[in-house]
């Protein structure tokens, strides 16, 4: 067998199986099972590729939000009536954010115990800012509840300057979300109010995240 | 011993003290080479100061750091195709003394991530994707073609130039957007407080959202848009500039807070949406 | 756990997230998507060399397979059928954009595509030099139509008569084109080699 009629037959080879005359050939010939070997080696290599490459974290967050668009997620009641807001095919777009607040939440507690409290007396000061609302109802700014306030406290210890920074960040999304909720109350069924919750939900997550990353050492 | 070499001694002392403290604060230039193939991944942490992400010509990282006090050090990790650094901040550090300036060239397919609370931010002529993260960072973005773009900020403003091909997903609470020529499949903006410009074509068949809760929406468009428009502010004003075809929406058309309609082939869809504040659909 | 009882946990887990995901549970969409997600999003960018493309592709995948999720019996391996309907994803994507998927001709090797032995040259062999990161470079420079037909017989695994059907070629082009693929890698990593052995 020639070289020529090798290279002819090769591209119906698969793998290692040759025939006789084929064996004989490449213990021959150093050019055609070099060839042959860098061929394998390339076959080889290439199946390891397969799973190699890992698509990015938020894609799943994309495939989520079409699925519950789409009705094929048809998670529990409960967790709409725990929450006490039915809010139509909507209910859990904006558990996720409210999840993640939660988890920061959680988070928090644990790393206060290290931190001294402030006095019952700037406490009080801390969250004795009232709603301030507008003659047209929108929600220029809202009050921080408890936790949010030791979340600055947190903040506030390892990075002072940028405590007013989230303080005044939070009241704006703390109104955000209070404008979207009434909003979704009034209308249940009106999907930009529903988008404008889970914006809003949004918002509040980056904040607490952007908070903790600050705030832990 | 008596008193004058006492003296003197601690006069030494003081002075070499000082002059050791000088030369600490002084500031240090570091740089960084790393070989990377394609689709690298480049992450930079910088609490204070600012980074600068650049193309490179070969298939190289090259990071160049200035740090402006010995209170803060650079860590890096370099695994494969993977390369972060990240500015360490000592004992006493402070938004000055912790202040690091960077300089990173990639290769262009790289993906890169920044995070810096003051910034500013600026990545240039890239086509990988780009996650940018600041707190009040000035946030900087042009000329990339064909990665994801995500941006998330607080207060700091955020101008994306000539961006295209990707998604683009923007998260800011009271910063201002800017975009100026950008398109894809996707532009979401997604702001509390800040106002949101677009200037644009709203082409490439994509699906643009700009929501904000106060903050004002100006879109500037083409009178060749080809867009399927959607337009509505709760508490506050909106205007349009386009005569635009009606279609069936379920959206209440009121004089003054909301238009719905399309142009040309309605190739891409269009929503401009403010709780609070003004919409203005102007024609370029 | 040794890696049978663990790949028996998966299976059994996988199994269990098939019959949740068909009464539409989220947790069991999760399973099955971070089961599989990497092997789906490979091939969507190693077909597309680009990350934007191949999330999209890779999204329409899953979104496909979640939505007929309640019509799997069982015939088949389950990432079987997902890898199917992937692949179908991608060669519609590559359609629709007009791309070239195959070359159409036939199978005949020509003088200048024919390897050249050339004496007293020393020939190096690849094996036990190549790594995966120079045959991903490669594999971006080959022409799209041996790109394809490479990716799915050596990197996924399918057979010719399966490639054939899946791009509308025949058995023996499949084969050709595997094999010109092949070869023209063999020539760009040698290249490469070259090129970085005269570099200073």
């Known amino acids: 067998m020639t070289c020529e009629e090798f290279g002819r037959v090769l591209p119906e080879l698969e793998g290692d199986h040759h025939n006789i005359e084929q064996e004989e050939h490449l213990k021959t010939c150093s050019f055609c099972s070099g060839l042959v070997s860098d061929l394998n080696a390339i076959s080889a290599q290439a199946r390891l590729l397969a799973e190699d490459q890992e698509p990015s974290p938020r894609l799943w967050n994309s495939i989520a939000i079409a699925l519950r668009q789409e009705g094929l997620i048809r998670d529990p009641q409960a967790s709409a009536r725990l929450l006490g807001l039915r809010l139509g095919r909507w209910r859990l777009a904006w558990l996720k954010p409210v999840t993640i607040a939660l988890v920061v939440g959680a988070a928090l507690l644990l790393e206060l115990q290290r931190i001294p409290r402030e006095t019952p007396v700037a406490q009080q000061a801390a969250t004795s800012v009232p709603v301030i609302g507008t003659a047209d109802g929108v929600s220029q700014g809202s009050a921080i509840d408890a936790d949010q306030v030791q979340l600055l406290n947190l903040v506030g210890s390892r990075a002072p300057a940028m405590r007013a920074g989230y303080e005044s960040d939070l009241r704006a999304v703390n109104a955000y979300i209070r404008d979207a909720e009434t909003s979704v109350r009034n209308n249940p069924n009106d999907a930009i109010a529903q988008q404008y919750l889970m914006n809003a939900y949004e918002q509040r997550a980056m904040v607490y995240e952007m908070a903790m990353n600050r705030a832990l050492p | 011993m008596s008193m004058e070499p006492r003296e003197t001694v601690a006069k030494l002392v003081v002075a070499v003290l000082f002059a050791g403290t000088v030369v600490a604060t002084a500031e240090t230039r570091k740089e960084f080479h790393f070989k990377v193939h394609r689709r690298a991944s480049v992450s930079v942490a910088n609490q204070f100061g600012p980074i600068w992400v650049k193309p490179s010509s070969g298939e190289e990282v090259v990071v160049t750091a200035v740090l402006h006090s010995d209170k803060v050090e650079v860590d890096h990790t370099y695994s494969l195709n993977r390369v972060s650094i990240t500015s360490h901040l000592l004992s006493g550090a402070d938004a000055e003394s912790g202040r690091v300036e960077y300089q990173v060239l990639v290769p262009a397919d790289a993906n890169v991530t920044l995070h810096s609370a003051t910034g500013p931010l600026r990545a240039e002529r890239l086509h990988g994707d780009v996650i940018l993260e600041g707190n009040t960072a000035n946030v900087d973005v042009r000329d990339l073609v064909g990665g994801h773009v995500h941006i998330k900020t607080l207060d700091g403003p955020v101008t994306l130039t000539n961006v295209s091909d990707g998604h683009v997903e923007i998260t800011s609470v009271g910063g201002d957007v800017a975009l100026n020529s950008v398109n894809g499949p996707l532009v979401h903006v997604n702001s509390t407080s800040g106002r949101i410009v677009y200037d644009g074509d709203f082409g490439g068949g994509g699906e643009y959202s700009l929501m904000t809760h106060t903050g004002d929406i100006e879109a500037t468009a083409p009178s060749y848009a080809s867009i399927d428009v959607m337009a509505s502010s709760t508490q506050g004003k909106v205007e349009n500039d386009f005569p635009l075809q009606p279609t069936h929406t379920s959206l209440a058309a009121k004089a003054g807070s909301a238009f719905a309609g399309t142009m040309g082939k309605a190739a891409s869809s269009v929503r401009l949406l403010s709780f609070s504040g003004k919409i203005h659909l102007k024609k370029r | ?200």
């Not at chain 3, 509308?168 to 094999?179: D, E, P, R, T, V």
Request: proline content about 3%; hydrophobic content about 35%.
């Open chain 3, 1 to 200: 756990m040794t890696d049978a009882r663990k790949s028996q946990g998966d299976r059994l887990s996988e199994a269990e997230a098939i019959e949740r995901a068909k009464q539409g549970h989220e947790e069991a969409f999760e399973v099955l998507y971070h089961l599989h997600k990497r092997r789906v999003y490979s091939l969507c960018l190693r077909m597309t060399a680009n990350t934007a493309a191949a999330e999209d592709l890779t999204q329409e995948a899953f979104l496909q397979l979640f939505r007929k999720i309640g019509t799997f019996r069982g015939e088949s391996a389950f990432s079987t059928w997902l890898h199917r309907m992937a692949v179908n994803v991608v060669l519609m994507q590559l359609r629709k954009k007009g791309l070239p998927l195959v070359s159409l001709e036939e199978t005949m090797e020509t003088e200048e595509e024919s390897p050249k032995k050339e004496p007293g040259a020393e020939d190096v062999r690849l094996a036990g030099s190549l790594n995966r990161l120079q045959l991903e470079q490669a594999i971006d420079d080959l022409p799209p139509g041996y790109r394809m037909v490479f990716l799915l017989h050596d990197v996924e695994g399918y057979e010719h008569n399966e490639i054939a059907e899946m791009v509308g070629c025949s058995i023996g082009n499949s084969k050709s084109q595997l094999h010109k693929a092949r070869m023209k890698l063999r020539e760009l990593l040698k290249t490469s080699r070259a090129e970085k052995a005269t570099q200073p």
